[in-house]
Every structure is written in structure tokens, then in C-alpha cells.
């Protein structure tokens, strides 16, 4: 049996979506099963992106169901060999013999058929303008965020956005059954560029574009701005929490506050818990720190742990230490590391002793750091005599900034010696993950002493600190062999040192010769190092090579000359580009560093409208320089406004 999931997607997203679980059952059935996935590069990225240290990961449901996949990525042009079957094939085939003369589009593209859909939504704007209207009322929504099928009360009440005022006062009775008419026609009897989505046997549940419109569309109107009945139809009729907690954080990235909180508001209240945090950090950055601890604790209670962890983190920074105890007495660990930390933020020592005493760690850890910032030699001492090893560690780092560099020694070897990971601390192990920090103190030790047996003892014992401290005196001797030979054995940290040593030397063919061989850290610094030269033809010739650093370099040393137009064509031509090899980036603008100069360039130059039309394109981050070159030009009250209540869909500032 052969399961295909066209548009994986569909099946991936909401509360009930495909699980793991359900694929190995599949998979682990008598008889023989194949499942076939399709999905999109940009929807691959999204699902199999890491989450963020500390965050919540909003994928892994998704991300596991990917995992089982045996992944087979399509180019978007055919092979030559896959060419030469087509024509072959097309001589009995009328529609490959189109596709193949078809400028403009792929073979599959065409046979899809996407050219009859693109131009069947864009001669609509003339043929059929309330059709148009509706049509990109469901394009704008899907590409915001929606999945679900639109529902015709949406569609009909987005429509007017797009129409003229004289197309609004014009509109027959029956204007949106007509534009729906039009929009679900299907075209060579086989697909519409709008097509209705079953509830049950003769009733619709809404709408839903087709795929590859959707796809024409982002890229076509990725800068084109919302109209308001747009986000109000949003407002008043999107159901699904998903669904809203995508269009909310749509409405964020562009300021539109009005319509992000009660998006996120409807999501968080059906137990979206990503829509929960993200409102939090909303309220929170717009100044109302007691409705984002309403959102959090109500979270926190019922044992959403992220919110609890943001509880506590908003605790902490309004100072609220018996709220943060009041938490850590009853359980909440991150609650009782903000309370140890605020304790020592306050020099506590008698508070921190106290928790550290009923057994907290981090409160002991807390405390050492808190006596050796005092340099109390005899409080760490009766620390490290109870057992508490990071003490003892900090104990040996006050000795040897003193200089007793023996009595540092004799406390840190047995330390170093010991084969686990980490140290103790108030009776529990904590592991540092491959990490012997009493090792790598020691090595700090031999290498301030100047011992190079020692360290390399150290080193070909697998410590890597002491290989790192190593390769630093083999600099400081000027020992260009000893590093090279540290190098040629795959010591990365020697390598970057060898290349460091290059630059000092302005020794740009030894430079160019290690990244020829793939060393990236000589790449950047080749690339500094030309900056350094203001060798502008050099940084070309590394960009056109298809060096990314060398590229942006290149842009900031134009800026510096003077020459902003061609700086900013530069970024302009990299933060647009959403394509990172095969994968797509959705909506990353804010952690591309092109976007991120070339948003500095428009605030650099004033340019208010530069900065608006990126943020109309969901640009957070040219969104908050918005703000903050406002504030430069002398606008405070524009700015406190656009803080608190972003922008209206039509770009202005919104007043409420």
C-alpha cells in the first residue's frame, strides 16, 4: 500500500496533526507500506530548525515525524537526461510538448498548471476586480499565517480592502458570489485557483488557494501591505489557534499591535502555549508588566514550565524577592535561581549560606562566586572543606591572581585528576558536559608559568584547553613551525592562531593559500585583512566567489567611502534572497546579517520609508530601528506611540 501526503504540511500543522507514533505504526503493518511525503524547502527549514537554548520547541512533534524520512531533494529544473525523456515523450504527448515551450516556468510548473493560474489571478484585477479582491484577500491571509480553509465570511468581509472606492459604491448585489464563481472556475478541468474544502457531504468549510499561487504570491507581494479589513476579517473569523497564533505573530513583525494581542489573546486562552509567551513578551515590552505576569502566572500555575521560567525571569527584574521565594519554596527551580542570583545581586552572603545549607546548588555556587568577589579567602576555604568543589575552584583562582601559584596547584591537580566531568557542589554532581573546569585551571596555570612540557603533556593526554593554551605560547614564542606542526595534525584552535599569525605578518598569499583549502576562519580574516588594505577589487573578487563575509565586509568599507548606493544594492541583493543553498529561509530577516546592514544603512540615511516598506514585509527588526531613528529625528511622541501601539495597516502610526 502506498500512503502519498501531498503538501506535507496539511498534515503536519494543528492539535491533531501526524505524529511519529502513527507513521511507525504504518510503517510496522504486515503487509508492505510506502509513505510518500511532499513538502516545500521553506516548510523543511521551519520543522527541522533546533530550538532556541532555554525556549520551547514548537516543532518537535513535526520534527520527529521528519526524522523517520529518507529525504530525497528535487531540483527545480529537470536533468538534461530528464529533459531528453521529456522530448521523447512529448512527441506523443501534447501537453509535455507545451509544457516544454512554455517560457517562463519549469515542466512541472507548467503542467501544474501554474501559468494558467498566475494569469487567471492577475487578469482578474481588470476582467473580474471583486474576484481579484477576494482572491488576494485569501493569498494575504494564507501567506500571513492561515492554514485552515478561509471561510467565506472571511473572504467577503477582506474583499473591500481591495477594491477602489469607486469599485466599493459600484458592486452588484451579488458581487462576492460572482468573484467566488470566478476564483473556484478550474482551469483545464482540473484545478482552480481557489478551491472549496469539505465539511460534510454538501457543505463547505471554507477555501483554499492553490499551492502554487500561494508560492507566486509571497515572493510577489512579500512588500505589499496588508489593507485593514484585511486583519479585521482576521480579527472577527479565524477560528483555529494555530492558525491565529501564526497571524499574531505576523501582526507583530510589522507593528500591528491592535490586531498581534487579541490574535495571541484567542490562541493562548485554547491552550497555545507558544502564543502565550509570545503575548507575555509582547505586554511586557510595551510597558505592562502586570498583564504579562496575569498571562505567565495563570500559565505557571497549571505547570506550563517556559511559562514558569518567564515568571520567574519578569519576577526578578521587577526585584520581587518574596514573590520569587514564595515560588521557590514550592518547587519552582527557576524561581529559586533567580532568587539565588537577586541574593547575591543584593550581597546576601547570610541568605545564600542558608539556602545553600538546605541543599541548593546553585545558591552554594552563588555564594563562592559572591566570597571571592570579596576576596574572602577563609569563607571559600570552609566551603571547599564541606564539599563544595566550585569553592575550591574559585579558592584556587584568588591564589593565583595573589600569585601563590603552588598554592593553587596543590588544590586544583587532585580536582584535575579526577576522571569525571564537572564537580561537586552541596552533594550533587554537576556535570559541565565534557567540561573539567578544574583541568582547564590547571592548564591557565602551566601555561602562565610558561611550561611548555607540561602543557603538552596535558594536551596529548586529550586536554583540550591545555592544546589551546599551548598553541597560544607557541605564538608568543614566535615558534611558526611548532604551530604549524600543532596544526597539521587537525588542531583547529592551532590553525586559527596560524592564520591570526599571517595577518600580523600581512602575509596575504599564505592567507589565501589556507582558505583555498577550506579553512574558513583564514577566509574572514583574508576578508579583514583586505578591508584593513581598503583593497576594494579584493573583496570583489572574494564576494564573487561566494564569500558571504567578504560580501558585507565589502558593503561596510563602501559605506565608509562614501558610496552608499552601491553598498546598499550589495545588501539589498542578499537580504532579499530567501534561499540559502536548496533551503528556504521564511521570515529570518531579523537573523540574516544582510538584512540586518542594510536595515542600519536606512536608518543610517533617514530613510523612514525604506525602513517601513521592510517592516511592511514583516521585518522586525527594521521595525524596531524604525522606532529608535524616530527618536533621532526628534519625534519622541511618534516613537512612545509606535512603542506602545505599532502601526496601522496602512502604515501610519497607530494611536491606540
Known amino acids: ?112 498548471p501554474a501559468p494558467q493560474l498566475v494569469a487567471r489571478w492577475e487578469d482578474a484585477q481588470t476582467a473580474s476586480p471583486y474576484a481579484w479582491a477576494v482572491l488576494t484577500a485569501a493569498l494575504d491571509a494564507t501567506r500571513l499565517g492561515a492554514r485552515t480553509p478561509l471561510s467565506a465570511d472571511l473572504l467577503r468581509a477582506a474583499a473591500p480592502g481591495y477594491c477602489t472606492s469607486q469599485q466599493q459604491a459600484e458592486a452588484p448585489e451579488n458581487w462576492f458570489e460572482k468573484a467566488l464563481a470566478y476564483a473556484t472556475g478550474k482551469l483545464h478541468g482540473a484545478v482552480a485557483t481557489l478551491s472549496p474544502a469539505g465539511a460534510d457531504m454538501g457543505q463547505v468549510a471554507g477555501y483554499i488557494a492553490a499551492d502554487y499561487l500561494i508560492q507566486h504570491a509571497s515572493r510577489k507581494r512579500r512588500s505589499a501591505r496588508v489593507p485593514a479589513d484585511t486583519w479585521d476579517a482576521i480579527l472577527s473569523h479565524v477560528r483555529d489557534p494555530a492558525d491565529a497564533a501564526r497571524l499574531a505573530g505576523s501582526a507583530e513583525n510589522r507593528l500591528l499591535y491592535r490586531y498581534a494581542i487579541p490574535l495571541y489573546h484567542h490562541a493562548a486562552d485554547a491552550d497555545n502555549e507558544y ?46 524577592v518574596d514573590g520569587l521565594r514564595a515560588r521557590a519554596d514550592s518547587g519552582d527551580v527557576d524561581a529559586a535561581q533567580r532568587l539565588d542570583l537577586l541574593l547575591a545581586e543584593h550581597g546576601d552572603v547570610d541568605g545564600l549560606r542558608a539556602r545553600a545549607d538546605s541543599g541548593d546548588w546553585h545558591a552554594a555556587e552563588r555564594l563562592a562566586d559572591l566570597l571571592a568577589k570579596r576576596g574572602d ?52 554532581h554537576i556535570d559541565t558536559v565534557g567540561d573539567k573546569p578544574a583541568a582547564r585551571r590547571l592548564a591557565g596555570l602551566l601555561a602562565e608559568r610558561g611550561d611548555l612540557n607540561g ?70 580574516l583574508l576578508a579583514d585583512l583586505l578591508v584593513e588594505h581598503g583593497d576594494l577589487n579584493g573583496l570583489r573578487a572574494q564576494a564573487d566567489a561566494g564569500d558571504k563575509d567578504a ?45 540586518r546592514r542594510l536595515n542600519d544603512l536606512l536608518a543610517q540615511c533617514g530613510d523612514l520609508n525604506g525602513l517601513r516598506a521592510r517592516a511592511d514585509a514583516g521585518d522586525k527588526g527594521a521595525g524596531e530601528l524604525l522606532g529608535e531613528l524616530l527618536v533621532r529625528q526628534g519625534r519622541i511622541e511618534e516613537a512612545e506611540r509606535l512603542r506602545q501601539f505599532g502601526l496601522n495597516p496602512d502604515g501610519s502610526i497607530a494611536y491606540a
Not at 509570545?278 to 505576569?293: C, I, N, S, W
Not at 611548532?482 to 583547529?492: E, H, N, S, W
Not at 558585507?552 to 563602501?558: G, K, P, S
Open 1 to 112: 500500500m502506498v500512503v502519498w501526503l501531498d503538501e506535507l504540511q496539511r498534515y503536519l500543522d494543528g492539535e491533531h496533526g501526524l505524529t511519529g507514533g502513527v507513521v511507525r505504526a504504518l510503517l510496522n503493518a504486515p503487509r508492505p507500506v510506502v509513505v510518500i511525503g511532499t513538502l516545500w524547502p521553506d516548510w523543511y527549514t521551519v520543522y527541522t530548525a533546533l530550538p532556541v537554548p532555554g525556549g520551547a520547541d514548537l516543532h518537535a512533534r513535526e520534527r520527529e515525524v521528519l526524522d523517520l524520512a529518507a529525504i530525497v531533494r528535487l531540483s527545480p529544473e529537470f536533468s538534461p537526461a530528464e529533459q531528453d525523456r521529456a522530448r521523447a515523450a512529448a512527441a506523443r504527448d501534447r501537453r509535455l510538448a507545451v509544457a516544454l515551450n512554455t517560457a517562463g516556468y519549469g515542466l512541472t510548473q507548467t503542467l501544474a
Open 275 to 320: 502564543a502565550a509567551q509570545q503575548l507575555a513578551v509582547l505586554l511586557a515590552k510595551r510597558g505592562d508588566l502586570d498583564g504579562a505576569e496575569r498571562i505567565l502566572r495563570a500559565r505557571a500555575d497549571v505547570g506550563h514550565e517556559y511559562a514558569a521560567s518567564q515568571l520567574a525571569d519578569l519576577l526578578a527584574k521587577r526585584g520581587d
Open 377 to 428: 579567602l577563609d569563607g571559600l576555604r570552609a566551603q571547599a572543606d564541606a564539599e563544595n568543589e566550585y569553592a575550591a575552584l574559585r579558592l584556587a583562582d584568588l591564589l593565583a591572581d595573589r600569585g601563590d601559584l603552588d598554592g593553587a596547584e596543590r588544590i586544583l591537580r587532585p580536582l584535575a585528576d579526577n576522571p569525571d566531568d564537572g564537580f561537586r557542589i552541596a552533594g550533587v
Open 455 to 524: 602543557l603538552r603533556a596535558q594536551a596529548d593526554a586529550g586536554d583540550k584547553d591545555a592544546a589551546l593554551l599551548l598553541a597560544d605560547l607557541l605564538v608568543e614564542h614566535g615558534d611558526l613551525n611548532g604551530l604549524r606542526a600543532q596544526a597539521d595534525a587537525g588542531d583547529k584552535d592551532a590553525a586559527l592562531l596560524l592564520a591570526d599569525l599571517l595577518v600580523e605578518h600581512g602575509d596575504l598569499n599564505g592567507l589565501r593559500a589556507q582558505a583555498d583549502a577550506g579553512d574558513k576562519d583564514a577566509a574572514l
Open 551 to 595: 560580501a558585507l565586509l565589502l558593503a561596510d568599507l563602501l559605506v565608509e567611502h562614501g558610496d552608499l548606493d552601491e553598498a546598499e544594492r550589495i545588501l539589498r541583493a542578499r537580504a532579499d534572497d530567501l534561499h540559502d543553498g536548496f533551503v528556504m529561509v521564511i521570515d529570518a530577516d531579523s537573523e540574516r546579517p544582510a538584512a
